[in-house]
C-alpha cells in the first residue's frame, strides 16, 4: 500500500512540478537556516569538558572597600572570576580540592632561533601545576612540571602542538630552548592539539573566549618574575603599583578546583565562606559575598555566548515557522484541487485512514525533499559563517547529530504542515464530488 | 466595489483564507523586529569619531623593554616625523576601536570613584603632538601645553595618569556635569589624583565597549603623558593617499630600531572595519533574511491565490457573461488580497511589539519606534498587491464562455 501512496504522490508532484518545487523550496531554506544557526548556538554553548564540568569549580569574591556598595552579581558581572594574586595563592595551598590551579593570560614574545626570524607574540598562560591533569590536557612528548618547579620558580615550558609544528617543524622538542619575552625556557612538554570551546579558564583573563587553544604554558610564579605581565587586570585602588601586581589591590588571576564528586560542593563552599569570613576579620575583606559556580554555571554567568547568535537563532525559528505555514497553504491547495479524485477513491471504496494516509504519504515525500535540501541549504550556510570573521567562525561544521536533526525537522515540519490537508481530504464527501463530474 | 460578496466567499474558505492571514502576520512580525535590528546595526556601522580616520596609521610596538621606553620613545617619534608625507605623530596608550583598553572610573568628588554611579571611562594617554597626530577636533578651551606634558610623570607605576590637565569628551563632559559648564572643573581618580578639564573636544570612541555599551561608547578622558611605558603604540597622520606607503615606511624603520620588537602596523579604517565586521555580517545576514522571508510569503500567496482562481473558474464565466469587465474582476482578487492583507498586518503589528517586548527584557534591545510598524505594514500590502497580480491577470482572462460549457 506504501508503494502505492509512493508512486500516487510521485504522480501528484508531475502534474504541480512549480507547487511542488516552491514546497520543497520554502521548506528547505527554512530548514537550511533552523539548522545552520543551531549548529552555530550548539557549538557556542557547548559542554567544553563534558567528562568533568560538573566537578570544576571556580570561585569568586568580593574584593572592594567598604565605601563599594555594589551588588556581588554586578562585581562578579565584570570581574567574572578574577580573584588577587594572594587570594587564589591562599586557596592553592589550602589544597582542598582534588586538584586546583591558578592561572593567568600573557602576550607571549618567541624569539625563533634561526637567524633573521622575526620574534612574534602568541597567546601564553601562566599556571600552576596541576592545570594539566585538572583539565585532562593531552601531551604528545614529555609532562608538565610539578608543584616544587612551580615553587623554584623553575624556567619550564609546556608548548602546544601549533606551536611545536612551527618552531620544531613537530619533532619533539622536549629539552630545547624557548626564548619567551627574552628569557629562556625549557621545554618539558609538547601538547596534542587542545583547544577546549568555549576557552572557560580565559573567559575572565583577557583575549578570545573561542578559537585557537594557547601556544605556550609557563609556571605563574616564574612568569611573574620574569615581569610578564597579565593580559587583564582589575584594580580597585588608584594607588594600585602596577610593577608589584602580587601585593597590590588588583584582581588578574582565576582559581579553578576539582571536586572528587559534584556533592562535594557543598563542604568546598563552607571552606569559602569561612574564609572569606577570616579575610573580612582580618580587615583584608570588606564583603562577605563569595560564590562558586560550576564550569556551566559559570560559562552562564558570563554570558559567554554572543546575544547575535542567540537573536540569530531564534529568527530562524521565526523564519523556519513562516516556512511551514507557506508549506501548510500549498499543500492545502493541493489537495483542495483534488476533491474529485479524492472522491470518486473514496466512492471505489477508500477508507477515510486509506485517504489520510495517501496524503501523509505525500507531504512526508515533501519534507523529505525539503531535508535533502535543506541540508544543502545549511552546509552552504555553514560554509558563508566559516568566511565571517567572528572568533569561532572557523569551527562552525555540520555535525552527525545536526546531519539526523535535519531530517527529523524536517519530516515534522511536513507531517505538522500536512495533518491539516490531510485531513481536509479525508471529511471530502464522496457524492458531491461526483455529481459534477 | 462591493465588499459584501467578498466577504461572503471568503467564509467559504475559511482556512485558506486564515492561512493567508497567518503568513502575513508572521512575516510582519518578523519583518518590523528584523528591519528594526538592521537599522540600529546600520547606526552603530557609522558612529561618528571626531578624530582623522582616513589619514591615520597605528603602529603598535610590543616586546621592547620597558626600562629603556624613555630613550626609545622620544628616538622613535624622531625617525617617525622624519618620513615624508607624515604631518604629525605620537605615543599612546591605546587606540579607538583597537579593543585592547585601559579605563578607569572617575567621579566629580574625592571619593566619588566608589559611588555606584561613577562613569566608567577610557584613559587615553599621549606624549607631546597627540592632539594633532589623532586630529582632535577642539571645540571649546585650549588643549595641553609643554608644561603638563612635562609634568604627567607615570603615575607611580600606577594605572592613573600623573599629571594634573584632562581633555574630555563632548559626551563626557555632558554626563559628568549635565547642567553646568566642565571647563575648569576638577576631576578626582581616587582621593589623591586630581586634574583640571582644560579642553572638550568632538566625540571619540573608546577601544571598545568595556561592557558598558553604545551609550558609553563617548566616554573618553585625555591624558598628557611623557616617555613612559604605558605608550604601546605611535600613531602616525597623513595625507590618506601616502596612508600605505607611511605605513610600510614607518614598520621599516621601527623594526630597524628595535629588532627585538614586534610591530604590527594598521591604517585606522582596517581597524575600524575589523571592531564593527560582527556587526556587518549580522546586517547582512538580517538582510538576506528578510529577503528570502518576503519572497517566500509572496510565493505562498501566488499558489493559494492561484488555486483560487482556478477553483472558481467557472463563476468567474458567469460574471464576465452577467456583465463584469475585467477590471472587475482583477478589483476583485486585488480587494480579497488587501483585505486579508490588513487582518495579517493588524495581527502582525500586535505580535511585532510583542516581540520587541521579549527581545527588550532578554537582549537588551531598545524600544522599536512606533514608524517601523506602518512602515512593514505598507511593504506588505505591496507585497501583496504584487503577488496577487499574476493570479488575478489569470483570472481576468477567463473567456465568458466558460460559463456556458460543462453546466
Known amino acids: 500500500m506504501f508503494a502505492y501512496y509512493l508512486d500516487l504522490a510521485l504522480r501528484s508532484f508531475k502534474r504541480n512540478r512549480v507547487l511542488t518545487v516552491l514546497m520543497v523550496l520554502a521548506l528547505g531554506l527554512g530548514i537550511g537556516a533552523s539548522i545552520t544557526t543551531l549548529t552555530v548556538l550548539k557549538l557556542l554553548s557547548g559542554d567544553p569538558m563534558p567528562q568533568k564540568s560538573a566537578r570544576l569549580f571556580t570561585p569568586e569574591l568580593n574584593p572592594f572597600p567598604a565605601a563599594v556598595t555594589l551588588p556581588a552579581e554586578k562585581v562578579w558581572q565584570n570581574f567574572g572570576d578574577l580573584l588577587s594574586y594572594t587570594d587564589a595563592m591562599n586557596l592553592l595551598r589550602a589544597h582542598r580540592g582534588e586538584r586546583q590551579a591558578v592561572m593567568s593570560l600573557t602576550g607571549a614574545k618567541i624569539a625563533p632561533k634561526q637567524p633573521n626570524a622575526h620574534p612574534f607574540f602568541s597567546d601564553g598562560v601562566m599556571t600552576t601545576a596541576d592545570f594539566f591533569s585538572m583539565f585532562d590536557v593531552p601531551f604528545e612528548y614529555g609532562s608538565g612540571w610539578s608543584a616544587a618547579d612551580d615553587d623554584s620558580r623553575a624556567r619550564v615550558a609546556v608548548i602546544a602542538a601549533t606551536l611545536n609544528d612551527k618552531l620544531f617543524g613537530g619533532r619533539n622538542s622536549v629539552g630545547q630552548t624557548l626564548r619567551v619575552n627574552d628569557h629562556d625556557y625549557r621545554i618539558i612538554g609538547v601538547l596534542k592539539p587542545w583547544a577546549p570551546q568555549p576557552r572557560f579558564y580565559a573567559v575572565s583573563l583577557g583575549g578570545h573566549s573561542y578559537g585557537k587553544g594557547d601556544a605556550v604554558f609557563m609556571p605563574l610564579d616564574s612568569a611573574l618574575a620574569d615581569k610578564m605581565g597579565p593580559q587583564n587586570t582589575n584594580c580597585w585602588s588608584a594607588e594600585a603599583d602596577m610593577d608589584h601586581l602580587q601585593t597590590a589591590p588588583c584582581a588578574f588571576v582565576a582559581f579553578w578546583v576539582e571536586l572528587q564528586h559534584a556533592s562535594d560542593a557543598a563542604a568546598y563552599r563552607t571552606f569559602l565562606s569561612n574564609y572569606v569570613a577570616q579575610q573580612v576579620a582580618l580587615g583584608r575583606f570588606h564583603h562577605h559575598d563569595a560564590a562558586m559556580p560550576d564550569l556551566m554555571g559559570f560559562l552562564g554567568q558570563q554570558q559567554v555566548v554572543p546575544n547575535d547568535a542567540k537573536l540569530q537563532t531564534n529568527l530562524a525559528f521565526g523564519f523556519l515557522l513562516i516556512c511551514i505555514v507557506n508549506t501548510v497553504g500549498l499543500l492545502l491547495a493541493k489537495c483542495l484541487r483534488r476533491s474529485r479524485e479524492i472522491g470518486v477513491r473514496r466512492a471505489l471504496g477508500a477508507t477515510r485512514q486509506a485517504v489520510f494516509a495517501q496524503f501523509m504519504v505525500e507531504s512526508g515525500m515533501v519534507g523529505v525533499a525539503g531535508g535533502v535540501l535543506g541540508l544543502v541549504f545549511a552546509e552552504l550556510g555553514l560554509w558563508a559563517i566559516r568566511q565571517q570573521p567572528a572568533e569561532y567562525a572557523k569551527l562552525a561544521h555540520l555535525d552527525p547529530s545536526m546531519f539526523i536533526a535535519t531530517f527529523v525537522i524536517a519530516l515534522v515540519a511536513s507531517l505538522i504542515a500536512g495533518l491539516l490537508p490531510a485531513w481536509r481530504a479525508c471529511v471530502v464527501a464522496p457524492a458531491p464530488q461526483l455529481k459534477s463530474v | ?407
Open chain 2, 1 to 407: 466595489m462591493e465588499i459584501q460578496p467578498i466577504l461572503a466567499s471568503l467564509r467559504k474558505h475559511k482556512i485558506p483564507a486564515a492561512l493567508i492571514v497567518l503568513e502575513i502576520a508572521l512575516a510582519c512580525a518578523v519583518l518590523c523586529n528584523a528591519v528594526f535590528m538592521i537599522g540600529q546595526r546600520i547606526a552603530e556601522l557609522h558612529l561618528p569619531n571626531a578624530i582623522d580616520e582616513a589619514g591615520i596609521v597605528d603602529l603598535n610596538v610590543a616586546g621592547t623593554d620597558p626600562k629603556l621606553a624613555h630613550a626609545d620613545i622620544p628616538r622613535d617619534l624622531a625617525a617617525l616625523r622624519q618620513i615624508p608625507g607624515v604631518v604629525a605623530a605620537t605615543g599612546i596608550d591605546m587606540i579607538p576601536l583597537g579593543h585592547s583598553s585601559s579605563n578607569s572610573n572617575i567621579a566629580t568628588s574625592p571619593g566619588g570613584i566608589f559611588q555606584k554611579d561613577s562613569p566608567n571611562v577610557a584613559i587615553y594617554m599621549f606624549t607631546q603632538g597627540g592632539p594633532e597626530a589623532l586630529g582632535l577636533s577642539l571645540l571649546k578651551g585650549r588643549l595641553f601645553n609643554d608644561d603638563e606634558y612635562a609634568d604627567s610623570k607615570s603615575g607611580n607605576n600606577s594605572y592613573v595618569p600623573g599629571g594634573h590637565a584632562v581633555i574630555l569628551t563632548q559626551a563626557l563632559a555632558k554626563r559628568l556635569w549635565p547642567t553646568g559648564e566642565a571647563l575648569g572643573k576638577q576631576l578626582w581618580i581616587g582621593p589623591q589624583n586630581t586634574y583640571t578639564v582644560i579642553g572638550i573636544v568632538a566625540n571619540v570612541l573608546r577601544p571598545n565597549q568595556n561592557g558598558g555599551g553604545l551609550s558609553q561608547f563617548y566616554w573618553s578622558a585625555f591624558f598628557p603623558i611623557g616617555p613612559y611605558p604605558v605608550v604601546t603604540d605611535y600613531v602616525v597622520r597623513t595625507a590618506p593617499q601616502d596612508r600605505e606607503r607611511v605605513l610600510h615606511a614607518a614598520t621599516a624603520k621601527l623594526e630597524a630600531l628595535s629588532p627585538n620588537a614586534v610591530v604590527k602596523a594598521k591604517t585606522f579604517t582596517d581597524i575600524r572595519d575589523a571592531y564593527f565586521a560582527n556587526v556587518r555580517s549580522m546586517v547582512w545576514m538580517l538582510v538576506l533574511v528578510c529577503v528570502v522571508m518576503l519572497a517566500v510569503t509572496a510565493f505562498g500567496i501566488v499558489g493559494l491565490t492561484s488555486f483560487w482562481v482556478g477553483q472558481r473558474r467557472r463563476q468567474i464565466g458567469i460574471r464576465r457573461a452577467v456583465g463584469a469587465t475585467r477590471g472587475h474582476i482583477m478589483q476583485y482578487f486585488q480587494t480579497e488580497n488587501f483585505l486579508l492583507s490588513t487582518v495579517g498586518i493588524v495581527i502582525g503589528m500586535v505580535l511585532a511589539f510583542g516581540i520587541n517586548l521579549y527581545l527588550m527584557q532578554h537582549y537588551q534591545l531598545t524600544r522599536m519606534p512606533w514608524y517601523y510598524l506602518p512602515a512593514s505594514a505598507i511593504a506588505l500590502w505591496v507585497l501583496g498587491q504584487l503577488a496577487v497580480l499574476g493570479p488575478a491577470l489569470r483570472a481576468a482572462n477567463v473567456p465568458p464562455v466558460v460559463a456556458t460549457r460543462s453546466v
